[in-house]
DNA sequence: TGCCGCCAACTGGTCCGACCAGTGGACTAG
DNA sequence: CTAGTCCACTGGTCGGACCAGTTGGCGGCA
C-alpha cells in the first residue's frame, strides 16, 4: 500500500478559461444575475489585461453553455442569461448519439419520471390544481380535431402540470429534456401513423384515468395508468428484444 | 385565425457556429468517432477557408462541450472526446445555483431513480449479478472500518451495479450525475456528522434488506426499502418545509 | 414645439500576422 | 543499436485591422 502527498497530475490553466471561471464564480456568488449585462469585449479586455482573442474565446464557452448571449452592435454588451434546458437538451442528445442511448432506455426513463411524478402529484395536489388538470383534459380533446402537433402540444401542457404539481423541478426539465429527445427521434413516425386519431383517443382516455386516480388520491394507481399509456404509447417503436425492461416498469 | 408560409425569426448564423455544426455533425454521422484526431487549427483553417480566430472558437466551444481536447504542441492534433457525464453534471449543478434547486428536490429525484431501477433490476437481474451484489455488500461493510471515504465509494459501486443491471444506461448516468451534485453540496456535512459509524452501519443493514428483496423478486418491496433509506440517510439535511414532498414518495 | 430622418460612435464577427513555450519524431553521434 | 540533440510543428496568446449592424442623439423639417 502507497502512501504520500497524493500529488495530482497538473494541466496549463488557459487564459480563458479562468475568464470563464472568475465570470461563473461571480454568478453562483450573486455578483452577476440574469438580465444584467457584461461589459462590451474590449472593456472586457482592459479588465482581464489579456488579448481580445482570449476574452472572445472565454464568451465563446459562456455562450455555448447558456451563461450568456452576445448580439453585434448591442450597446450594453453582452447579456447574462437564465438557466434553459437547452444546455442540458444539447447533452442529453450528445449521450443519445454517441453512447448509443436505446430509445427504450429513453421511453424508460420517461415512464419512470412521469410515473413518480404523478405518484407524488396525487398527494400534494390542490384543489385548483385538480382543476388546471381538468382543463388541460379539455384542451387534449379539442386539440384532437386540430392536428397532431396540437394533440402533442397539449400533452405536453399536460404533463408539464404534472411535474410542477409535483413541485419537483429537476424531474420537470428531465421529463422536457428526454420528451425532446424521444420526439426529435421518432417524431415524424407517429405523425405519420395511419391511426393516428386513434391513438390519440386513446391517449386522452388515459390521461383522464390517471386524472380519476389522482382525485381520489390513489397515487400508485395513478402511476400505473400513466406507465401503461406511455409503453402503449411508444412501445411499437421500440424492438422487440428492448421492450422486456420497459414491460419490467409496468408490473404492479 | 391568421395563415401563410409561417416565417420564422432568422438570425445570423456565426462562421465558428457552423464549424461546430458539421464536426458535431460528422460525429453524429459516425465519420468522426471518439479516439480519432481532428486537423490541426492551421490545417482546418485551410479546410474550412476561416481565419484561426474563428477555427480556435469553434474548438473552445467543441472542448468546453467535452467534445474534443486540445493539448499544445500535440503533432495529432485535438483529440475526439468519449462522451462524458462531466458536461451533464456541469449543466445541473449550474441548474442547482442558478435556478435555486433544492436539496430535497435533488434527494427526490435520486430517490425516485434509485427506487425504479432496483424495481426493474429485482425483475432482470441473473444470477450472478445476484452474487456481484453480495459481494458489494460485503466490500461496505468492509468500508465503514475504513474510513468515510471508502464507505461512499463502495456505496456508489453497489449503485452503479444496480443501475447496470436495470440496462439503462440514462437512469445510470444521471443517477451518478446527481448523486455528485448532492455529495458536492452536503459532503462535508455528512463527513463530520458525530454519529456517521452508527449511519453507515443503518445504511448497510437497508441495502441488505434490498438484496434480499431483489432475490425473492420482490421489486415493489425493495424500492419503498431503498427510497426509506435515501430518505432516512439524507432528510436530516432538508429543511422541515421540504421534507413533506420526500415523504410522499415513500408512501406504499 | 414636436416629429422624423440622418449620422457618428459604438458593438460584435472575422481576418491577418506574429511570437512564444512546449511536444515529439527524426536524425546523428557514440 | 542506443542515447542525445535538434527542429519542425503544435496550440496559446497577442495586437491591430476592417466590416456590418445597432443605437441613440443631433439637427432639420413640418
Redesign the pocket.
Known amino acids: 500500500m502507497t502512501k504520500g502527498p497524493q500529488f495530482q497530475p497538473v494541466q496549463?490553466v488557459?487564459?480563458?478559461?479562468r475568464i470563464v471561471e472568475q465570470v461563473e464564480d461571480a454568478l453562483a456568488r450573486g455578483d452577476l444575475t440574469p438580465g444584467q449585462r457584461?461589459?462590451?469585449?474590449?472593456?472586457l479586455?482592459a479588465q482581464f489585461?489579456?488579448?481580445?482573442?482570449?476574452v472572445?474565446?472565454a464568451?465563446r464557452v459562456l455562450e455555448s453553455n447558456g451563461v450568456v448571449r452576445?448580439?453585434?452592435?448591442?450597446?450594453?454588451?453582452?447579456e447574462i442569461l437564465p438557466f434553459s434546458q437547452a444546455a442540458l437538451r444539447k447533452q442529453m442528445v450528445r449521450l443519445a448519439r454517441v453512447d448509443e442511448l436505446t430509445l427504450s432506455e429513453l421511453i424508460g426513463f420517461r415512464m419512470i419520471m412521469d410515473g413518480a411524478a404523478i405518484q407524488v402529484a396525487s398527494r400534494l395536489r390542490t384543489e385548483t390544481e385538480l382543476d388546471e388538470l381538468e382543463h388541460t383534459l379539455v384542451a387534449m380533446r379539442d386539440a384532437i380535431d386540430v392536428d397532431f402537433a396540437a394533440f402533442g402540444e397539449a400533452d405536453l401542457a399536460f404533463h408539464e402540470l404534472i411535474a410542477r404539481i409535483s413541485r419537483n423541478a429537476l424531474i420537470q426539465t428531465c421529463n422536457e429534456v428526454v420528451r425532446g429527445v424521444v420526439l426529435s427521434l421518432i417524431s415524424d413516425k407517429i405523425a405519420h401513423a395511419p391511426n393516428s386519431r386513434a391513438l390519440m383517443l386513446e391517449s386522452l382516455h388515459h390521461h383522464a384515468d390517471v386524472v380519476d386516480a389522482i382525485r381520489t388520491g390513489n397515487g400508485h394507481a395513478a402511476a400505473r395508468i400513466a406507465r401503461q399509456n406511455m409503453f402503449d404509447y411508444y412501445a411499437g417503436y421500440v424492438p422487440d428484444s428492448e421492450q422486456e425492461t420497459l414491460r419490467a416498469l409496468i408490473e404492479d
Do not use: I
Not at 49 to 54: C, I, M, N
Open positions: 496549463p488557459r487564459a480563458y478559461q457584461l461589459p462590451s469585449e474590449r472593456e479586455v489585461a489579456v488579448s481580445r482573442s482570449t472572445r474565446e464568451l452576445s448580439r453585434p452592435g448591442d450597446p450594453n454588451g453582452p
